[in-house]
């Protein structure tokens, strides 16, 4: 008779549950303990508490990368809608200071 599977909450202190048996290769050497999910590499098992905050901190890195993303495009569209402003400031000064070197100037105060 094949071994019963625990269900869930029924893990005694001590036991672990095998998840490279349930999930497949790729889950190899983890393990499911009262204490959190377990791997022979880490110190500490994670609990539920420490997955769901690396996976809200997973989210805000992307959400923050996306921002970049959109920050610097928005800073070059600045730069060259500041370049441009620029560009047409020298141009108006040197129509103005050639147009009061030539008389063309016109005041409308006078």
Known sequence: ???A???PGTLRNGQALDLGELLGSEW???ALTTDGLQ???WRNPFSCADLKAMFWQCQ???ILEHEIRQLKKEITK???ARELAEQQANWYRRQLILESRMGFLYLADR
Request: hydrophobic share 30%.
């Open 78 to 80: 600045n730069e060259t």
């Open 28 to 30: 190899e050497n983890f």
């Open 5 to 7: 599977k625990p269900r």
């Open 60 to 62: 805000q890195v992307a």
């Open 39 to 41: 791997h022979p590499c």
């Open 1 to 3: 008779m094949p071994a």
